[in-house]
Every structure is written in structure tokens, then in C-alpha cells.
């Protein structure tokens, strides 16, 4: 997907980025050809993916991959959404595939809107923040604002994929959108510089983009959101505690 400079509402951006997952022609899709390594637990959905020839890839029964990973709906994959590709610990099946993951560190569980969500994060940048998450009022914010010395690495809080590098939205100059698993977005805003582009995966801690002014800021910073399924949450609540 890509959306070129013209003024629209980050709103109206995040309704349409769920369509990631099923844009383009089928000729874009991801070859199915059979992978020659041991099965890997997960896999994270690239543009153009089926549970079809995800399954062909990994010669993993489709049908696996519905169960185990609760899907309602195997037509609405998304750009980025981690699927998991062996038998949970202790289920049917397990005994069929004796991967295992071992020395992966425990996710924290982040409570948002009441559901706990497995998920770790890590500061964009470090620095005060000079403005808080205020989602509604006179002094609305639907992110924090972090101040830093203009040029300063700005890196991605958790991995993902790019859904947006640009500067399209009036007010946020320079900015990059990810993907993460569990339906979480984070946005970076006020960038000097983007160094990503669009449907490229990051991983957690990686320079995504350099500390400006270029939106509607007064001073160096960093404009950071995140959001699940569009819908802002206060940072703070997730970030870990500096």
C-alpha cells in the first residue's frame, strides 16, 4: 500500500491500513516453494500471503494453522500478524513436531482496555517528555511528545512491518507507521529524516528515523502513538518503566 503527500487524517490512514494484507495482484504473492529448514514456530504474514501457500512453504496442514491460531476468518490475514506455525505446548499434535523454543525471553503482558496482551516494548528515544497522552480536551494528544537533540536515532518500540514512511499528514511532518502483532500500531512523527521504507520489516530497536522538527513541534522531538486496532493507547502503559 502506498499513500502519497496529500493532506488526510491519521484517522482516515489507519482505517485503511488493515487493508494491507490483501492489496496488490495475486502475482505479488510470496512463492510457495517448499522451505528446506526445519519448521520455524512462527511466522509473521507478508503482503500477499494465503494459509495456503504458507502451509505449502512450511508443509503445515492449513487446517493446523486455523486451530492453533484461533482464526475466524482464514480470508482476513494482515500485513505483519504472527501466526503460529507448530502445535501449542500440550496440545493435539504436539507430539508430531518436537520443535521447541528455548531462550526467548517472556513477553510482558500489557493490559489494554482490560485484555492483557503478551507483548514487549522498548523506548523510541530517550528523553523528558514534554507533552502527555491527553486524548480528549482542549489540549487533545493522542500520543507523547519526547524531546531529543535534533538528529538523534529514533528506533522501532517492538518489530513489525512498515506501513507507511512519508509526509502525507498535515501536522505530523516526517512520518513512519509499524505494524506489530496483537493488532498494535505505533506511529513516529516530527522526523528530521525517515530511514525506512514502505513493507519493510524492522525489528525491535531498530533506527526507523531521526529526530526534527518537520510537523507541527516547536522544538526537537519525537511524536510517538501507539494504537491497537486504530484506537489510541497511552504509551506510558506499555513502554517499560525508565
Not at 518436537?98 to 514487549?120: C, D, L, N, S, W
Not at 493488532?183 to 525517515?194: P, V
Request: charged fraction near 25%; hydrophobic fraction near 40%; proline fraction near 9%.
Amino acid at each position: 500500500m502506498a499513500i502519497r503527500a496529500f493532506p488526510i487524517s491519521l484517522s482516515l490512514l489507519l482505517a485503511l491500513v488493515p487493508l494491507a494484507a490483501g492489496c496488490g495482484p495475486a502475482a505479488q504473492a510470496p512463492s510457495p516453494t517448499r522451505y528446506q529448514s526445519s519448521t520455524p514456530p512462527y511466522y509473521f504474514v507478508r503482503r500477499g500471503d494465503t494459509l495456503a501457500t504458507i502451509g505449502a512453504r512450511f508443509g503445515v496442514n492449513y487446517q493446523d494453522i486455523i486451530r492453533w491460531n484461533d482464526i475466524e476468518d482464514p480470508d482476513d490475514l494482515e500485513v505483519s500478524q504472527r501466526l503460529r506455525l507448530v502445535p501449542p505446548r500440550g496440545s493435539e499434535g504436539e507430539a508430531r513436531d518436537p520443535i521447541r523454543v528455548k531462550g526467548i525471553p517472556k513477553a510482558t503482558k500489557v493490559a489494554v482496555h482490560g485484555e492483557e496482551i503478551p507483548m514487549q516494548w522498548l523506548w523510541p528515544v530517550q528523553g523528558p517528555i514534554v507533552r502527555e497522552f491527553s486524548p480528549q480536551g482542549r489540549t487533545r494528544n493522542t500520543g507523547i511528545d519526547i524531546a531529543a537533540p535534533a538528529g538523534t536515532e529514533v528506533l522501532a518500540a517492538a518489530p513489525g512491518r512498515v506501513v507507511y514512511a512519508g509526509d502525507g499528514l498535515r501536522g505530523y511532518g516526517n512520518l513512519v507507521i509499524l505494524r506489530h502483532s496483537s493488532g498494535f500500531l505505533t506511529t513516529y512523527a516530527y522526523n528530521r529524516e525517515n530511514l525506512v521504507a514502505e513493507d519493510e520489516w524492522v525489528e525491535a530497536g531498530q533506527a526507523v528515523a531521526r529526530i526534527g522538527r518537520t510537523g507541527s513541534t516547536e522544538e526537537d522531538a519525537l511524536h510517538f502513538e501507539v494504537r491497537r486496532r486504530a484506537d489510541p493507547v497511552d504509551p506510558l502503559s506499555v513502554l517499560p518503566d525508565r
